[in-house]
């Protein structure tokens, strides 16, 4: 419901950012509201997956999401609150979202191989099986 209402307010917290004067508080406002929209977005996704609650032929990529690039968005509207109090170029930040998500991806990608040499056979059963999502 959270998310939901982040979608509701949007149009109306985009229609204060067109606004006159304090730019730094308008500013702050909107990329408040689309990090909490975000990160609701990405905390939903983690919890449905594994709970069983997709439809049987829900995409393979519903059940693992991949959320660095919402991960990347958040953090560059979260590191624009404070810039946007001292400059009005703070929307810059939002354009970096795509370099800043290849950036994470590339350290997430590091460190999965870092770590694959060091797998158990615990951690190989684990992969074999079909896990939560796949209930008979």
């Not at 950012?17 to 939903?44: D, P, T």
């Amino acid at each position: 419901m959270l998310w939901l209402l982040m979608m509701v307010t949007t149009p109306f917290v985009a229609n204060l950012l067109a606004g006159k004067g304090g730019f730094g508080v308008r500013f702050g406002i909107y990329a408040l509201i689309q990090v909490i929209g975000i990160g609701s977005l990405i905390q939903m996704s983690r919890i449905l997956g594994p709970a069983g609650l997709l439809r049987r032929n829900a995409p393979e990529s519903a059940r693992h999401p991949d959320n660095i690039s919402l991960l990347a968005t958040c953090l560059m509207f979260l590191v624009s609150i404070p810039v946007g109090f001292v400059t009005s170029g703070a929307f810059a930040f939002w354009a970096a979202s795509p370099p800043a998500a290849r950036g994470l991806r590339r350290l997430s990608a590091n460190g999965r191989h870092a770590t694959a040499d060091h797998a158990t056979a615990d951690d190989a059963r684990r992969a074999d099986s079909p896990g939560p999502w796949m209930r008979n």
